[in-house]
């Protein structure tokens, strides 16, 4: 049975000289029947969506009031549902014996006017293995959809490293590009298309940046160099990179791209302040740092990574200087009980973060 909450209004108080006391609402959403270490957030018809994570035949859906956070609806659905994730495409992988080594991606698409689903045909195959499983992004007016393949896999089949680029109205696959076999990347998309990072996790050959181009036939390596890079976000035209220049120094650097093509921006933050993290793992992702319009980028820490293991009650929220990468507290705020943030989204000027535990699941509302 799903248990709901009222929606309960925080009210904090700044110390002198802290960071301001920001408007927060929070609200419990339905209890699920999955392990709610892990959930989707998202926005669809002007309402913010909760979705259990896709797997499985059945899964919750939650429609909540993007102010108040109050539950419009909350009822079971297909997990192969692109509501769950607040998208009209999204994939969908299936292994089939369970257990097999070799699992299948198809993508299942959302009639805007019926609400109806179609699932279509095996798009992409992929090693059933921790670190080969597909990543994706949307940008530019696309889905990205990635996998490692099995190259550095000892299994008989193997199957090559690729992107698809896969329409948003139709979940047709417009084109395919075989890239660098690197597992557990970090990929943003904008309208000039997607980018391609080492995250601290990766492994395989490859550069440790690359950009692949809307018609490009192959990924460019664009001679960026360190450690691993922490983070991307594309908008628009520019891209910003936070990379990590030494693995063993906590110094990163921001490196901003206005076009693929263009020479990096570089700045540099020495003060050593925790550096938002994406691990790179498909729908156990999320992207730590978000473009908020009018406010520059915005980061929630410890966020998932740092708090996945040891839960902190209190979250900060960061302001990351688009233009010298310096950052700043925005506001702090408790979560209550203390749990894991399994996803995040900026709408209508705010931050949206979803928390569980494995036993409930709360969204919060931070205005900014």
């Keep these: 049975m799903a248990i709901f909450a009222a929606v309960v209004p925080v009210a904090s108080v700044a110390a002198e000289g ?88 198809r993508i299942a698409v959302r009639d805007q006017s019926t609400g109806a689903v179609h699932l279509g045909p095996v798009v992409m195959r992929y090693g059933n293995f921790s670190d080969t499983r597909p990543e994706w992004t949307y940008g530019g007016g696309y889905l990205w959809l990635y996998d490692v393949g099995t190259e550095n896999v000892s299994i008989s089949t193997k199957l090559p490293a690729e992107v698809l680029r896969i329409s948003l109205l139709t979940g047709h696959v417009l084109s395919t590009v075989l890239v660098h076999a690197r597992t557990r990347v970090t990929l943003a998309a904008d309208d000039d298309g997607l980018w391609m990072a080492s995250s601290s996790e990766t492994t395989g050959r490859g550069p440790i940046l690359s950009f692949l181009g809307e018609s490009a036939t192959h990924p460019v390596d664009l001679g960026l160099s360190g450690a691993n890079v922490n983070w991307v976000v594309a908008v628009g035209h520019t891209a910003w990179i936070g ?71 209190r979250e900060q929220v960061l302001k990351i200087d688009p233009e010298t990468g310096a950052s700043s507290v925005l506001a702090t705020f408790h979560l209550s009980p203390a749990g894991s943030v399994v996803g995040n989204l900026i709408y209508n000027g705010a931050l949206f973060a979803l928390v569980g535990d494995g036993a409930y699941a709360k969204v919060y509302r931070i205005k900014l």
């Design 243 to 313: 990379l990590l220049t030494s693995s063993t120094k906590a110094v990163e650097e921001m490196a901003t791209y206005s076009s693929p093509t263009a020479p990096p921006r570089i700045a540099v933050d020495r003060r050593g302040t925790p550096a938002p993290t994406e691990l790179g793992q498909g729908f156990f992702d999320q992207q730590p740092v978000l473009d908020a319009p009018g406010i520059g980028l915005v980061a929630l820490a410890p966020g998932w990574l740092d708090s996945i293991d040891a839960p902190a009650s």
């Design 18 to 105: 802290a960071a301001p006391a920001p408007i927060v609402t929070e609200a419990a959403v339905p209890t699920y029947a999955s392990n709610f270490f892990f959930g989707t957030l998202g926005v669809i018809g002007g309402r913010v969506v909760v979705g259990d994570l896709p797997g499985g035949s059945t899964c919750w859906l939650d429609v909540v009031a993007p102010t108040s956070l109050r539950v419009v609806s909350s009822a079971r659905t297909s997990c192969e549902n692109p509501s769950l994730a607040g998208e009209q495409v999204m994939p969908v992988e299936s292994v089939t014996p369970v257990g097999s080594e070799i699992g299948a991606v």
